[in-house]
């Protein structure tokens, strides 16, 4: 099979070490017989992948216990109409808009209750995290919605503000994974999992237990988090293929150390993309250096005209997907947890040699 390096967004590269024991469980999982995507979700050879996935994730994640950990499907997305309907309650809420998914999340809530928009990047194209002295943050809002990595637009946040107690429900669905958090800081932390853990079709939500008892009885019973908490993930059928795969994806990331570990991969491959586009007037990437995002980087060429010779180029040298979302245009390179820092010397490379030619 030809090496190539792939730079999209999501669904994303996984980890080949993951995929190949997938491989070679996929008939028969530890001598069941069966593959797990045949197995009874209640089943007992089920039920502990399901545990050991959660444990797994806690410990990389170092959850506090007063937290419960949801494998539910819907994809990100689902989640922003799920969190209104779970927390609002009647109340308002604040949402900082950074880039276009956090703009989607207030367009989804909207319809669920009186959403503020109390800080927003978007008079100036989302290079930015507008400085958090800036909000108008609402001290009787129900929760601060922000999506501390904003996949499109390759804006990032760095540290968090104080909300004067008001819980923060993030969207971290492209950094999950990537540098350690403090649970203990958020009253929600969700993501969908086809960036950092897996693949697509299944999203984790990670919620304080004290609010679990918000949700408007017109809650869907498969998206009301306590009632999901009440049972395991499994009022209904879950993701199982794609949990189990989670699973795997934990195990690899804690057998490279875990995610202190990985953050300083990250740092390295990302500083090497930065330092070079920095380092010539040919491309550039305009997001302000304190909100640079780890996992996608936006650049673009100077001369435009060249972009579909530089992405041809690319593909012929096994670097793909590195077109720009539509919404920014340009290219992005997304290096996740699973893209070896050899991948970005290669796009590094290949970017130079491009550059000398044009
Ligand atoms: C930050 C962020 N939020 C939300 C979503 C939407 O996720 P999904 O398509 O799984 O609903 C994405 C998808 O790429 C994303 O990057």
Request: glycine share 8%; hydrophobic share 40%.
């Amino acid at each position: 099979m030809k090496q190539i390096f792939n730079f999209s967004a999501g669904p994303a590269v996984l980890p080949k070490p993951v995929l190949e024991r997938a491989q070679a469980e996929m008939l028969d999982w530890h001598g069941s017989g069966m593959s797990v995507m045949e197995m009874s979700h209640r089943g007992k050879e089920f039920t502990s992948i399901l545990e050991k996935t959660e444990a797994d994730l806690r410990k990389l994640m170092d959850i506090p216990s007063n937290y419960k950990v949801l494998f539910l499907q819907g994809g990100a997305i689902a989640e922003n109409a799920m969190i209104p309907l779970n927390l609002l309650n009647g109340s308002e809420a604040d949402y900082v808009v950074t880039g276009s998914w956090s703009k989607r999340s207030v367009d989804d809530a909207n319809a669920y209750g009186k959403i503020n928009v109390v800080a927003s990047g978007e008079a100036d194209k989302y290079t930015y995290v507008p400085d958090y002295s800036s909000w108008k943050l609402n001290k009787n809002a129900a929760y601060v919605h922000i999506c501390t990595n904003e996949t499109i637009n390759g804006v990032e946040f760095d540290g968090l503000p104080d909300t004067g107690g008001v819980p923060i429900v993030a969207d971290m669905s492209s950094h999950i994974l990537s540098r350690p958090v403090d649970v203990s800081q958020y009253g929600v932390i969700y993501g969908g999992a086809q960036k950092n853990i897996g693949p697509a079709g299944l999203c984790i939500v990670i919620v304080r237990d004290d609010l679990l008892n918000r949700a408007s009885k017109l809650t869907p019973a498969v998206f009301n988090w306590k009632v999901q908490a009440e049972n395991q993930s499994m009022i209904n059928t879950p993701p199982t293929y794609s949990i189990y795969i989670a699973g795997l994806v934990f195990e690899w990331l804690l057998a490279q150390g875990g995610v202190a570990a990985i953050e300083q991969k990250n740092i390295a491959k990302a500083t090497l993309l930065y330092d070079y586009i920095d380092s010539t007037e040919f491309y550039s990437n305009n997001i302000a250096l304190s909100n640079r995002s780890r996992m996608n980087i936006p650049f673009f060429l100077r001369d435009e005209s060249l972009n579909d010779v530089f992405l041809k180029g690319a593909a012929e040298n096994g670097l793909l997907q590195l077109k720009g979302h539509r919404m920014v245009g340009g290219m992005r390179a997304s290096i996740y947890n699973a893209m070896a820092i050899d991948g970005v010397r290669a796009l590094v490379s290949y970017m130079k040699d491009f550059e000398s030619k044009h």
